[in-house]
Structures are given as structure tokens and as C-alpha cells.
């Protein structure tokens, strides 16, 4: 039997430059151009912003299982400790949304102080095998990329940047990218430089190491449905955030 081989896609960047909304984008062009691909979006972010984005209802997360393991340990009862991780592939499933086009699962808050090692371990391992249960994983993070790295996958497949037109944009996806090559194991980088509100700057914009996918001009659509609450499917089919993600996904060959 042929193991299938998801296409990991993890999303980083500074804060405030649009990666949660081009995370859930990217989601919304692969359910429409993959529609029989299996996709899976991880939220790897406390804030738990995808979800939103996406129009999902979180009712579970990652970190509830490593709470209940953890207590159990606490509270002396090894053997129900035991048996909660030996059933945590199956409790993921419970927390996992599932919907007509893709899969969400929440990772939740960041670890505490004091955290048990080898439980966060063991569930970023069982969270690595369910991805293989998919074509494509979408893995929305922190500012940086070590938490993607500690919490949810040793190995992606694409890893995206994203950045805005400031230097500091760019000078926090170059640390990144550094940070990067040596804790995470990826086969391909690309950036996307968003909320582009002059584009004669656009020449100027470079990141070291690092191919532009793409330029998105600011989207007033996108923001106005972002204050309101609104879900990335329901944006105009020509949106600018979505014509400029179409455009790195074929740059960067997943499309």
C-alpha cells in the first residue's frame, strides 16, 4: 500500500501582516482548485484566529488532551494518564471540525512552564502521522516559526513567509527563514509580500535567500469582512487576496 505523502504548508511572519487571512486563502484555493484532495487546516496559534477566518466553531484543542494527560499524572492515576495518549489519535478526531472541503484542528495555548516534554512529543508525533490521512496541511503559526517546529511538525514541505512592504516585515521573515535552516527541515520557501499600498516600492523588495511568490495589493474587501467577522469563502471570486495566492501556489508548485 502507498503512503500518502501530504504537501505541508506552514505559513510565518511578523504580526499584523495579513498571515492568518492568507493562511485561510490558501485553504479556500485548494478546496476550489483540489477538490477531491483531503486538506487539513492546523491553527497552530493560541489566538486562534483561523478558525474565524475559516467560519469554523472550535468546541476542542490539542492542548485540552495534553491538559487532561497531564492532570491525570498530577493527580496520581498514571494508568488513566497512560491510557488517554494511547487514545489520543482518536480524541484528535473528536476535536477535529470537519467540514464539506476541509478538515480544522486547533493546537491551542502554548505550553506552561513545567509541561511534560515527552507528552507534547508524543502528540506532535500523532499529529504528524494524521497528516499523511491528507494532500495538503495548512499550518497557520505564531509570529515565528519555532513554535510550528516545538508543537506540530518536525518536516513541511513549503514554507511561506509573509511580510508586508517595511523593512522590518522583511528583516523578520529574513530572521525566520535563518531561524528556519537550522531547526526546521523544508524543501521549499517562498514569500509573499502583502498589503502592498504603493507598488512602485515593489522593486525594491528583497528578502535574502527567499523568491517572491507574489504581491498583494491591499484588499479593502478582505478587510471589511475581517471586521466583520466574516469567512475567506465569503470573498468574490476575483478578490485580490485570492487572485495573489492562486499566483504563489503555482510559483512555489503546489498548484
Known sequence: MNERKARIIALAGKGGVGKTSLAAAIVRVLTEDRPQSRILAIDADPAVGLSTALGVTVSGTLDDIRLAVIKS????????AIEMLNESRFRIFDTMVETKGFSFLAIGRPENEGCYCSVN??????????????????????????Q??????????????ITDQSRKGTHVAETIKGVADEMVMYDEVGAIVN?????????????????????????????????????????????????????????????
Not at 510550528?148 to 513567509?161: N, P
Open 195 to 255: 498589503r502592498v499600498t504603493n507598488p512602485e516600492l515593489n522593486q525594491y523588495i528583497q528578502i535574502a535567500g527567499v523568491p517572491i511568490l507574489a504581491f498583494i495589493d491591499a484588499d479593502e474587501q478582505q478587510a471589511a469582512n475581517d471586521i466583520r467577522g466574516m469567512s475567506v469563502f465569503e470573498l468574490p471570486a476575483e478578490s485580490k487576496v485570492l487572485y495573489g495566492v492562486r499566483e504563489a501556489l503555482r510559483k512555489i508548485e503546489i498548484l
Open 121 to 146: 512529543a508524543y502528540l506532535k508525533e500523532v499529529v504528524g502521522m494524521l497528516a499523511n490521512d491528507f494532500d495538503f496541511v495548512v499550518i497557520d503559526g505564531e509570529a515565528g516559526i519555532e
Open 148 to 161: 510550528i517546529q516545538r508543537r506540530v511538525m518536525e518536516k513541511v514541505s513549503h514554507l511561506i513567509l
Open 73 to 80: 499524572a498530577e493527580d496520581g492515576r498514571p494508568r488513566e
